[in-house]
């Protein structure tokens, strides 16, 4: 988890981001990702549904930092045609500000604000051990995951279920968090698939 302050630089450059978009391409309303170090460091396709695809992720995010970057996008007015929401992990390492279990649903009520199809991913497989595995406190990982999908029924939004991924070798690297390419390539496709069989 980052320092308040490193973790509102970062927000503040992907709103810069957001609006350079938006003064290029105003009339577009495109696919937005916002989560953590796993999303920001993923491969997208430029383009899901038709539409481009802005990834705002960043590493070290936690459901406070996502729901600020939710509630900023309504202040600028972007109105991401669809919003893909994946962050939990860094909440079972160390605690938010706010409980994960109030936070998330709130960033799940902002994002369908916004007029996004919103769409919440679940939490990826984690190894036994590891440097980042051994961090996470287990029963905190599974209220998270929990909690997920609960406001994906609650607030109607399309649950993308990561939890299970087939892959040949490894899903995770070393540290026990992070994805492998193979964990990679059965993560983005999976997620790209379930949008690309909802699009708006």
Same mark, same amino acid.
């Given at each position: $988890?980052? @320092? ?17 978009? $938006?003064?290029?391409r ?8 916002? &989560? ?34 939710? *509630? ?22 160390? =605690?938010?500000? #706010?409980?994960?279990?109030?936070? /998330?649903? *709130?960033i799940?009520?902002?994002?369908? &604000? ?8 679940? %939490? ?7 440097? $980042?595995?051994? *961090?996470? @406190? ?6 998270? @995951?929990?909690v997920? #999908? ?6 109607? !939004?399309? %649950?993308?279920?990561?939890g ?10 070393? @540290?026990?968090?992070?994805?492998? !390419?193979?964990? /990679?390539?059965?993560?983005?496709? =999976? ?10």
């Amino acid at each position: $988890m980052l @320092d308040t302050s490193i973790a509102e630089r970062r927000e503040s450059e992907i709103l810069q981001h957001v609006k350079d978009f $938006m003064a290029q391409r105003g009339g577009e309303r495109p696919v937005v990702f916002v &989560g953590d170090s796993i999303v920001q460091d993923a491969h997208f396709s430029p383009t899901l549904c038709g539409r481009p695809v802005i990834n705002a992720a960043y590493g070290g995010a936690v459901a406070g930092g996502v729901l600020r970057l939710v *509630e900023a996008f309504g202040d600028i007015r972007l109105a991401p045609a669809v919003l893909v929401i994946s962050v939990g992990v860094n909440n079972s390492i160390r =605690t938010d500000h #706010r409980p994960f279990a109030e936070t /998330y649903p *709130e960033i799940v009520r902002r994002a369908a &604000g916004l007029g996004s199809k919103v769409f919440v991913v679940s %939490l990826a497989p984690v190894a036994a051990s590891g440097v $980042m595995a051994d *961090e996470i @406190d287990r029963a905190r990982f599974s209220d998270i @995951d929990r909690v997920i #999908r609960q406001a994906a029924r609650d607030g109607s !939004a399309a %649950l993308i279920d990561v939890g299970t991924l087939q892959t040949k070798t490894s899903p995770v690297v070393p @540290d026990g968090v992070h994805l492998s !390419a193979d964990g /990679y390539a059965a993560w983005t496709a =999976t997620i790209e698939g379930a949008i690309n069989a909802q699009c708006p």
